[in-house]
T-cell receptor, first 115, second 115 residues
């Protein structure tokens, strides 16, 4: 069964450093998403991406975040200058247009720790 | 805005016990509703879904019925197994009403099943 994959599974970085989290969505899907889950808190939406541009973003997704689809398979989240509060599990998801109900399929996540 | 409220965990049950995890929602329109499950060390997996009132989603022995009159989508299973131990997330999408693709998640409920 096709699945969303993410790399790395864990990343440790120093405050102020840039990180890039990578995702390979399901191959025929058209919509891509990033969510994050700070330890002990809710899963929160960050951004959605369609047709090579951001279609929706939350207030969390400020100027230090960016997303890109550099080729036909990868979807990346870049955090330009990490802060301690960026420590979280980051989930990538993808979905296809299925008419009435669109289901998002999630990857296993990247656990980011900012020191 | 939209919100999802789940019962606090952890929920601890013996094997073969009956499970209910409560979920209620607030939304301005007519959302689609989902249950996702996160097994230890893994990502979010779609468990079941429902798109309209009185729809029953079911999978792997789990069921949830979309109750518009009580704005609820409670998860039930008649006989839990140790392998059901995981964190369960209720979520909603108001894509059809607003065009927004962001999922709104509850805080998650940890289920621990003891042999």
């Amino acid at each position: 069964e096709p699945e969303v994959t993410q790399t790395p599974s864990h990343q440790v970085t120093q405050m102020g450093q840039e990180v890039i989290l990578r995702c390979v969505p399901i191959s025929n899907h058209l919509y891509f998403y990033w969510y994050r889950q700070i330890l002990g808190q809710k899963v929160e939406f960050l951004v959605s991406f369609y047709n090579n541009e951001i279609s929706e973003k939350s207030e969390i997704f400020d100027d230090q975040f960016s997303v890109e689809r550099p080729d036909g398979s990868n979807f990346t989240l870049k955090i330009r200058s990490t802060k301690l509060e960026d420590s979280a599990m980051y989930f990538c998801a993808s979905s296809e247009r299925t008419g009435e109900l669109e289901t998002q399929y999630f990857g296993p996540g990247t656990r980011l720790l900012v020191l | 805005g939209n919100s999802v409220t789940q019962m606090e965990g952890p929920v601890t049950l013996s094997e073969e016990a009956f499970l209910t995890i409560n979920c209620t929602y607030t939304a301005t329109g007519y959302p689609s509703l989902f249950w996702y499950v996160q097994y230890p060390g893994e990502g979010l997996q779609l468990l079941l879904k429902a798109t309209k009132a009185d729809d029953k989603g079911s999978n792997k022995g789990f069921e949830a019925t979309y109750r518009k009159e009580t704005t609820s989508f409670h998860l039930e299973k008649g006989s839990v197994q140790v392998s059901d131990s995981a964190v369960y997330f209720c979520a909603l999408s108001d894509l059809m009403d607003t065009g927004r693709r962001a999922l709104t998640f509850g805080s998650g409920t940890r289920l621990q099943v003891q042999p």
